[in-house]
């Protein structure tokens, strides 16, 4: 970045804004007219400031379907300050065709002929009015249908993305415009993790372009997937405009890993009332001069002031205790408010169109056994004075703090994926070098590295799927153990850990062994409990099928019985074959199941015996109701009809004929 740069016939200027939110809340009679208010403070800005074009970094409508209403006021705004007489001071090189093949009207507006274009606009989508429905249009595509504004950034591919530039050129600055439209954050995450999103280059003096990127995807991290890390993109890059973020850091922000800028320029509306929101609202005035670049902050003028604060009760004054704690909290809420009016009054831009009402939020953190009071009757007093009468106070209750889980060492991991020959690797060896190459911060204290390593081999080898579980039950134990012969200071805990982890990691062999021990005498008590319920269910069987039989009927509630039931003998008897028949089938689909089974693959064959699982388990809830209420005697033959109705279906013909 240049700290001054004069307009001249090589400077590019360029007005950036993002998030526009045309048509948020326009059914509010207050706070409806706000972001077509502010949207043509920006067009003005443009025109005053004679910038080459406008740079929208995409949300421009709030809604995917925006009115007609909302439609009809951007169209009219646009009209009125983009299109007249003024010459365009700059060229476009590249390939209109490409640039613009999923328009109806592939072609630059400031070179059809059919209009008279004064400042361009240039827009990719964003999440709101992203495309979707039947052929996939969005608004935008309806501005670009009227010559209104140029959209790019669309990606109309699935499999693969490749971001051809827009090439612009202005005396000898030569500008290379890339632009990606809003799409799914995992979506997008994993198809540059899987190489699939190309950035084309000019093939000649490639280094004599600046490169200029605008993207609308979460900047900060909101989960594993759900977020485009700034390294993902490609280091030849000189400046990325980010849209999405509604905080304002407008100011070039330098990516050391990356080698670019990155500006934020926020939203120019506040669609929700956070911290983020609060920040004052700016555009941006990019200019270009070759490689250099500048960025003017331009405060917004008719943004509608807003103001917030965290409030706990329990860190004020207040004694929450007293009988009349609760009209002290209002007070003191109604104090924060005249506080924060007052400020509005002083700090009014006086533009004629800037509203008078501020946005004003108090959260107020409470303990749990705290009495709210109501959040309407409150926000009475202020009618005419502050926007958000209905929400200007949000309680919340204080959450017990909870240790924030370790991440993963990405770059760590990465390293690993890289190295040749990784698909021939173990699963194990790769836990272990990933132990190895991580820093200590998130280096394993309880659980022993190789310790670990052979719990996933037996998993991943032998399908033992309690491996893991047992292994972490075993080593906390052992270190709980440790602790307590030990008997140090609660403060030294992590330092004894550490040591005891060195120690243990000392004596590998002496780890590995009692893994396996503990895995062995876990196998023995499982085949000997196992033993015991299937001689347990061959002498129950045996009990059944040798009881006489008898024609007679069950009583009362009595008839439905199995095993434990209150029924009588009779009833007993009565349904002996039907459930030997039923528990000795379902015991021997498994068998048969896991037979068929392909074993070329560990992963396929868990999901075939988990798949399996599930059709056993339907199996045996074909039961036979004997209804209790007419008390009728069944016949052998009706008997032997319903024991073939409990079989397993696979391969299996029910009985149907009389």
């Avoid at 077509?36 to 005053?48: N, R, S, Y």
């Avoid at 080593?475 to 120690?503: C, G, M, P, W």
Wanted: glycine residues 6%.
């Amino acid at each position: 970045m240049t700290p001054q740069m004069n307009d001249d016939e090589d400077v590019l200027k360029i007005l950036l804004a993002t998030d526009c939110h045309l048509g948020y809340m326009e059914s509010d009679a207050v706070r409806g007219a706000d972001s077509l208010v502010t949207f043509e403070e920006i067009l003005k800005i443009a025109v005053d400031k004679d910038v080459d074009f406008i740079l929208l970094g995409g949300d421009l409508f709030h809604e995917n379907k925006p009115s007609r209403k909302i439609l009809h006021s951007c169209i009219s705004l646009l009209r009125k300050y983009c299109m007249g007489d003024r010459p365009i001071q700059f060229e476009f090189l590249s390939d209109q065709s490409e640039n613009f093949k999923h328009c109806a009207y592939p072609i630059v507006n400031f070179e059809d002929p059919n209009f008279n274009i004064s400042m361009p606009v240039f827009s990719i989508h964003g999440n709101h009015d992203d495309p979707a429905g039947s052929g996939l249009y969005c608004s935008l595509d309806l501005l670009s249908a009227t010559g209104l504004v140029n959209y790019f950034g669309k990606c109309t591919e699935l499999e693969n993305i490749n971001i051809s530039p827009l090439m612009l050129q202005k005396g000898k600055t030569k500008l290379c415009l890339y632009g990606l439209g809003s799409i799914r954050d995992e979506r997008l995450h994993r198809m540059y993790l899987d190489g699939k999103v190309t950035m084309l280059r000019p093939k000649e003096k490639s280094d004599e372009w600046f490169n200029l990127m605008v993207v609308h995807q979460n900047r900060t991290k909101h989960g594993a997937k759900n977020y485009l890390p700034e390294q993902f993109l490609d280091n030849f890059l000189d400046l990325v405009v980010w849209g999405h973020e509604h905080e304002c850091r407008i100011d070039g922000e330098w990516n050391d890993k990356q080698a670019f800028f990155v500006t934020q320029p926020g939203s120019s509306v506040a669609t929700s009332l956070c911290h983020g929101e609060a920040v004052p609202k700016h555009v941006g005035l990019l200019q270009i001069r070759e490689k250099k670049f500048q960025i003017t902050k331009i405060p917004l003028e008719t943004v509608r002031q807003f103001y917030i604060k965290d409030v706990d009760l329990e860190e004020t004054s207040l004694n929450l205790n007293e009988p009349d704690s609760c009209d002290k909290v209002i007070n003191y809420c109604h104090e924060l408010v005249d506080q924060f009016l007052q400020k509005a009054e002083e700090e009014h831009t006086g533009h004629p169109k800037q509203p008078k009402q501020p946005l004003i939020r108090l959260r107020v953190f409470c303990p749990n056994d705290f009495e709210t009071f109501s959040v309407q009757r409150f926000g009475h007093s202020y009618v005419s004075k502050v926007a958000n009468i209905k929400d200007i106070i949000l309680f919340s209750r204080k959450k017990s703090e909870k240790a924030k889980p370790t991440e993963i060492d990405a770059e760590a991991l990465k390293n690993i994926l890289k190295q040749e020959g990784f698909d021939k690797q173990r699963v194990e060896d790769l836990v272990k070098k990933y132990f190895e190459a991580t820093d200590d911060t998130k280096r394993l204290l309880v659980l022993s590295e190789i310790g670990v390593s052979s719990a996933v081999q037996e998993y991943v080898d032998k399908d033992v799927k309690e491996a893991i579980s047992t292994l972490v039950d075993h080593q906390v134990k052992r270190t709980q153990n440790h602790l307590k012969q030990t008997a140090i200071d609660s403060s030294a805990i992590d330092d004894e850990l550490k040591k005891f982890r060195d120690e243990r990691k000392k004596n590998s062999q002496a780890e590995v062994s009692d893994f396996q021990s503990i895995m062995q005498s876990k196998s023995q008590t499982m085949r000997r409990r196992n033993s015991s319920d299937s001689d347990n269910d061959v002498f129950e069987e045996a009990v059944e099928t040798s009881a006489p039989k008898s024609r007679g009927r069950g009583r009362g509630r009595g008839s439905r019985g199995g095993r434990g039931s209150r029924g009588s003998s009779k009833a007993i008897e009565s349904t002996s074959s039907i459930a030997s028949t039923s528990r000795t089938q379902t015991r021997a689909v498994p068998k048969k199941n896991l037979n068929n089974t392909s074993t070329t693959s560990k992963r396929k064959t868990r999901q075939t015996d988990l798949s399996d699982f599930f059709n056993n388990t339907a199996a045996t809830n074909d039961v036979i109701d004997l209804s209790d209420d007419e008390e009728e005697e069944i016949p052998s033959s009706k008997r032997r009809k319903m024991a073939n109705q409990t079989r397993s279906r696979r391969g299996v013909i029910f009985d149907v004929s009389d």
